[in-house]
């Protein structure tokens, strides 16, 4: 039996076995998985255990009875359902003892463009019969280092969210989450609407980067059609400006606002402030 990470050449599986080991979880209880597991090889020389697991192709010789199994979504939008598919089965007809599954805020009921394929593995989970917990993990705070980038070239941040805030914890946090509940019992069939504590507004955003930097950041708020034209001027191709600017719809609407304290709750201590996070970059 072991605790059994995907996706762990992302930043998010990387940071989760490194918060099993923290935790105390033997190394050797852990198993590490990627489609290329050759880049695991810093952490099978700490004695953490490394196989191939490739989602859209999953040996049934990878996932053993009893597994407590993290399943990192995919990073491939469009086409994730049918990926999370082919590992939910496969650990149905291995037997896992459960599934943790990355999911989305709310994410059965919202307008989030990016909930449908999460709600869509949500219930491929609830009819496996498979125990499962449900992270519904907000936004990143990382996904903003792109925009102090910008801000270090331009001083200013500019978005299409009017008023609307994001509760944003670093990534680090949602892994000592997925650490705690992998590692713990008591989590079966759980569902937990993970965020940061504080829902910040993008007047705060440019005030952290302001610090950060040491020179004037400010907000700069366009309208959605002035955000779309700006992105296309700076090369984004139709679809992928227009994701960014109904993501930014989704943050005026508070889709990303709500604050539970189930992340607190489960790492047992405050998520990491925005500015203390941006401060590091
Ligand atoms: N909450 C948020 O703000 C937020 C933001 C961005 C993404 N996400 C979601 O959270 C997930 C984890 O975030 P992250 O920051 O760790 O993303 P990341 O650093 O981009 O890592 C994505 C991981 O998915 C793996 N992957 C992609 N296709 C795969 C396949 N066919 N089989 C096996 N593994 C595959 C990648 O493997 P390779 O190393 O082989 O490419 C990589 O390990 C993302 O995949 C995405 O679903 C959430």
Redesign the pocket.
Known sequence: MSIVV?????????LVVERLLARGVPAGDVLA????PE?LADLEAQGVRVAG????DVDDEVLSSGDVLLL?????PGI?VP?HENVIRAAARAGVARIVY?S?PAADDTDLVLAPEHAATERLLEESGLPYTFLR????T??YQPAFEQARATGTVVASVGDGRVA?AP?AD?ADAAAVVLSETGHENAVYELSGDHAWDFDELAAAFTDALGKPVSYERVSPERHLEILKDAGLDDGTAGFVVALDQNLAAGLLAVTTGDLARLIGRPTVPLAETVATW
């Open positions: 995907t996706a762990a050449t992302g930043q998010l599986g990387r998985t990627a489609r290329r880049a697991l490739d989602y859209d990192v979504s995919s990073s491939t994730r990926q990355t989305a993990n907000g936004w990143y990382e996904n944003s990534r949602f």
